[in-house]
């Protein structure tokens, strides 16, 4: 099975993207100009070829018992590039209403409270919710994408993320636009740090 698990060399300290040239603590020109309100972004693969079959089926519900497996990528994702012991909780991407409809369940819920426990962190799961209903991010531009995604989160339990490192789970990252919206609203509520993890990256070539 060709899976291409991503390494953060050459990559960009915030984004992760990789950046040819890019040495220890480089920035991206993405980043410097609008910079994300994530303080970094992880991903275990790249979301192609077997990556990409295995977690469209993970995304339906007879994929269930990939679980594992996609705890023990994003778990040594999250090593590699954060201190652990500094986390303090641990935050599932919420997913939009009539997502939750179409499958049944949320899966990142059930990526973020399995990464939790092995790393013996707690999991708010209800933290922070989607309101509004945006459009789909496929096919728009960056700007579109960030415009969409604007004020369509909202945090709940304030007091349980105030001045906390957040580790934010979700499961496919594409620019990264849902991820920073969804930081600037923990961070509105108080988090200290968000730090972002996602199961699969889209990377543009
Ligand atoms: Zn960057």
Known sequence: ??????????????CGRSV??????????????????????VSAVRFVDEARELLLKYKSAEGLWLKEDLVDWIEAAARSRYDIASVDVVIPMPI??????????NQ????????AKRI????IENAV?????P?????????ERIENVKGTFKAHNASQIKGRT?????DVMATGSTLSECAKTLKEAGAWRVWGLTLARSVRE
Not at 120 to 123: E, F, N, V, Y
Not at 129 to 133: K, M, Q
Not at 166 to 170: G, H, I, P, Q, R
């Open 1 to 14: 099975m060709r899976i291409q698990f991503l390494t953060q060399e050459g990559c960009c300290r915030v």
């Open 20 to 41: 040819e040239d890019a040495k220890g603590g480089f920035i991206c020109e993405e980043c410097k100009t609008r910079r994300p309100h994530y303080d970094a972004v």
């Open 96 to 105: 939009t209403i009539y997502h939750r409809v179409d499958r049944g369940y």
């Open 108 to 115: 990142c819920v059930y990526l973020a409270r399995a990464l």
């Open 120 to 123: 013996d962190r707690r999991c």
């Open 129 to 133: 919710a989607r309101c509004g209903h």
């Open 135 to 143: 459009k789909r991010q496929a096919g728009l531009s960056e700007e």
């Open 166 to 170: 957040v580790l934010l789970v979700d």
